[in-house]
C-alpha cells in the first residue's frame, strides 16, 4: 500500500511543473505587453517631443493674397490687365469712369478759390479799416489842438475885451469932464467972462472924447463878439472831440468785426481744402493700382459694368511666400525661432527647399477657427491640437517663382537640441 503512494508524488510534482511551465509564458507575454503598454502611453508624447527633427505633413505654401475692391461707386471704364498676369507695384490694374469726380474736383477748387478770394477781401477791408481808425485819430488830434486854439483865443479875446472896457472908462471919464468943461464955459459966456474961442475949444474937446468913447463902445462890442466867437470855436472843438472819439471806437469795432470775419473765412478756406482733397481723393478712388509687386489672380469685373463700394474687382497675390506648418503641440517643446528646416514640395518631386522658424502662433489653429470648440459641452474626446508654424523660406535656388500658395509639403525643422 505504501509503494504506490511513493510512486504517485513525483507524478503529481512533475504535472504541476508542466502546468506552470505552460502558463509562464503568456503571463510573461501579458505582464510585457501591460508593461509596453504603460511605457508607450506614459512616455510617447514625451519621446515624441525630445525628438531633434520633428517633421510634419500639414504643411501648406503661404502668401499675402489681397483682395482688391472699389471705394467709390462707378462704372468700369477698363480692366487693364488680364488674368495671372504678374504686375509691379503701382501698376493700373481697373479703371472707372471719372467724369462726375472730376467735376467734383473742379467744383471744389471753385469754392475753395471764392473763399480764398473771399479772405483777400477781407484782408483789404481791414487795410481800409485801419486808414479809416488813422484818420479818426488824426481828428482826435486835429480837434484838441483846435481846444488850444480856441482856449488861447478864448484868453485873448477877454484880455482885448478888458483892455477896450478900462479905455472906454477913462474916454468915458474924459466925455465927463469935457462935458462939464463945457458947461462951465457956456454958463461963463453967459456972463462974458469967457471968449467964444474958450468955449469951442471946450466943445470941441467934449466932442472929440465922445467920438473916442463911441469907439471905445465899439472896440467892447467887438472884444465881447471875438469873445463869443472863440468860445463857439471852442465848443466846436469839443464837439468834433467827441466825434472823433466815437469815430475811433466805431471804426475799431468795425474792425473787430473784420478780425471775427478773418477766422470765419479761414475756418471755411480750411473746409473747402478738406473738400478738395476728399475729391481728388474719391477721384483717385477711381483707379484701382496694384499696392505691392505680385500676380493678379481672376478677374472679378468687366468693362461697364456697375459697381459697388465695397465691390471686389481682383485679387493680387504677392511673389513673397512662406510655410505655414501646423505642427502637433507634443512637437513644439524644442521648436524655436531661427532653428533650420527643410521642405519638400509634393508638386515638385526631390526638390528641397531650405528656410528657417520665423515666427510660432500665438494659438492652436482651432482658436483662430471661424466656430471655435467649445469642449465644455458635450461628450468629451480628446484630441491633439495643432499650432501653426510659419517657415521663412531661402531663395538660394531660384524655386520662389515655382511655388504657388495652396501647394501641399512636407516641413521638417531640425531643433537645436540636436546641436
Known sequence: MGEPQVADNPAKKGNWFKRFKSSLVPVTIAVMAIGLIVLISGSWTAWSGARVVQTTDDAYVRADL???????????????????????????????????????????????????????????????????????????????????????????AKSSEANARAALAATQAD?????????????????????????????????????????????VSAAVAQLASRQADLNRAKAGLE???????????????????????????????????????NLNYTRIVAPEDGIVGERKVR??????????????VEHQVWVQANYLENQLRNIREGDPA??????????????????????????????????????????????PVKILLDDTAGVMGKLRPGLSVVATIRTRTGE
Open 66 to 156: 489681397t483682395p482688391l475692391s472699389t471705394k467709390v461707386a462707378g462704372i468700369v471704364a477698363s480692366v487693364e490687365v488680364n488674368d495671372y498676369q504678374a504686375v509691379k507695384a503701382g501698376d493700373l490694374l481697373v479703371r472707372l469712369q471719372d467724369a462726375d469726380f472730376s467735376a467734383q474736383v473742379e467744383q471744389a477748387e471753385a469754392a475753395l478759390q471764392s473763399s480764398e478770394s473771399n479772405l483777400v477781401n477781407n484782408q483789404r477791408q481791414k487795410e481800409l479799416q485801419d486808414a479809416r481808425i488813422e484818420q479818426a485819430l488824426v481828428g482826435i488830434s486835429t480837434s484838441e489842438a483846435q481846444i488850444a486854439a480856441a482856449e488861447a483865443g478864448i484868453d485873448a
Open 303 to 316: 468693362a461697364g459694368q456697375l459697381v459697388s463700394p465695397g465691390t471686389q474687382v481682383l485679387s493680387l
Open 243 to 281: 466825434n472823433s472819439r466815437v469815430q475811433v471806437e466805431e471804426q475799431r469795432r468795425q474792425r473787430a468785426v473784420l478780425d471775427s470775419q478773418d477766422l470765419v473765412l479761414r475756418a471755411d478756406i480750411a473746409a473747402k481744402k478738406a473738400a478738395l482733397d476728399l475729391a481728388r481723393t
Open 342 to 387: 527643410e521642405i519638400r514640395v509634393d508638386a515638385y518631386p526631390g526638390m528641397v527647399v531650405h528656410g528657417e522658424v520665423g515666427r510660432i502662433a500665438p494659438a492652436s489653429g482651432s482658436q483662430f477657427a471661424l466656430l471655435p470648440p467649445d469642449n465644455a459641452t458635450g461628450n468629451f474626446t480628446k484630441i491633439s491640437q495643432r499650432v
Open 175 to 219: 466925455v465927463q469932464r469935457t462935458l462939464l468943461e463945457r458947461r462951465r464955459q457956456e454958463a461963463l459966456l453967459a456972463t462974458e467972462s469967457t471968449t467964444h474961442q474958450t468955449l469951442e475949444q471946450a466943445i470941441a474937446a467934449e466932442e472929440r472924447y465922445r467920438g473916442q468913447q463911441s469907439s471905445g463902445e465899439a472896440e
